[in-house]
């Protein structure tokens, strides 16, 4: 039997879902998610120090995989019905996170800046895998994935803030 094509064949299992709550959630996301695959490639670019080479390689091994988890996002807005706004305008208005500084950053600096925008975007995460629990069980889970993902970029990171000879 064919399948009419019409909005709720389309949402099909989604029916149920508030597609404006659990976009919004999303969205916030997605801007982080850019705003720090963005910071990151600029800290990749521009650090300096001692610690160059590891950092740099870092960097850019969290840039893959905040990539990654930005299009997996915008990819489940779009796929309930929200679409995703991931424009460089909507991205520079809307982070919450305090712009990266211009020019060469020394290394030690670079480690204490991602780590505190890494935390900051887990803080603001960690409310939203709370919020989307009752909304959409889906995006909570991929909520859950991402912020994994971030508490792991920031353990890495934190730990080089630790002063030499103290643990
Ligand atoms: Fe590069």
Redesign the pocket.
């Known amino acids: 039997m064919a399948v009419k094509k019409t909005a709720s064949a389309i949402r099909g299992s989604l029916a149920g879902v508030d597609v404006d709550a659990v976009g919004t959630h999303l969205q916030d996301t997605l801007v982080e998610l850019v705003d720090l695959h963005l910071r990151a ?1 600029q800290a ?2 521009n650090v300096v120090g001692r610690h160059f080479r590891s950092l ?1 390689l870092e960097l ?1 091994a969290l840039t893959d995989e905040v990539r990654a988890a930005a299009d997996l996002v915008a990819e489940r807005a779009a796929a309930i019905g929200y679409p995703p706004d991931g424009r460089p305008g909507t991205v520079a208005k809307s982070s919450p996170v305090a712009e990266f500084p211009a020019g060469r950053v020394l290394d030690v600096d670079v480690v204490e800046l991602v780590a505190d925008a890494l935390m900051e975007t887990c803080a603001h995460l960690r409310v939203r895998v709370d919020q989307t629990g009752e909304l959409d069980s889906v995006s909570q889970n991929l909520l859950i994935d991402t912020l994994a993902t971030l508490e792991k970029h920031h353990w890495m990171f934190a730990a080089q803030t630790v002063p030499a000879g103290r643990a």
């Open positions: 490639k990749h670019w740099h850019d």
